[in-house]
C-alpha cells in the first residue's frame, strides 16, 4: 500500500524558507513522477512543482520558479520542496503526490496517490 507522508510545515514570516518533505513508502517509486501541489482556502488545488524519479526532469508553476526547489534523495525514498522567499499568499496546505503513468504534470487528477497535506502559513 503506498503511503506518502508530508511534514515540514509550519508558520513563517514574509520572506522565509521552509522545506517540506513527503516520505513514500510501499512500493518502487522509480518509476513514478512526484509533485507538489497546494491549496489555499476557498481555492482550487494548484500544481508546485514537480520531478521524475527516474529521469529528474524537473517542472514548476510560473510563481513557483526561482524561488521554490524540487528535489529527491532515493536513498531516503523521500521528495522535497524548499521554499525561500516566502509570501503570504503561499499560505496553503501543500500536498504531496505520485503518478505511475506520467499524465500531464500540472493536473491535480493525474496522480494516483495523495498525501494528507502540511499546512503552511506565511504571515505579513
Known amino acids: 500500500q503506498v503511503q506518502l507522508v508530508e511534514s515540514g510545515g509550519g508558520l513563517v514570516q514574509a520572506g522565509g524558507s521552509l522545506r517540506l518533505s513527503c516520505a513514500a513508502s510501499?512500493?518502487?517509486?522509480?518509476?513514478?513522477?512526484m509533485g507538489w501541489f497546494r491549496q489555499a482556502p476557498g481555492k482550487e488545488r494548484e500544481f508546485v512543482a514537480a520531478?521524475?524519479?527516474?529521469?529528474?526532469?524537473?517542472y514548476y508553476a510560473g510563481y513557483a520558479r526561482g524561488r521554490f526547489t524540487i528535489s529527491i534523495d532515493s536513498a531516503k525514498n523521500t521528495v522535497y520542496l524548499q521554499m525561500n522567499s516566502l509570501k503570504p499568499e503561499d499560505t496553503a496546505i501543500y500536498y504531496c503526490?505520485?503518478?505511475?503513468?506520467?499524465?500531464?504534470?500540472?493536473?491535480?487528477?493525474?496522480?494516483?496517490?495523495w498525501g494528507q497535506g502540511t499546512q503552511v502559513t506565511v504571515s505579513s
Open positions: 503526490a505520485a503518478d505511475l503513468h506520467h499524465g500531464a504534470h500540472y493536473v491535480a487528477g493525474a496522480y494516483d496517490y
Open positions: 520531478i521524475n524519479w527516474s529521469d529528474g526532469n524537473i
Open positions: 510501499g512500493r518502487t517509486f522509480s518509476a513514478y513522477r
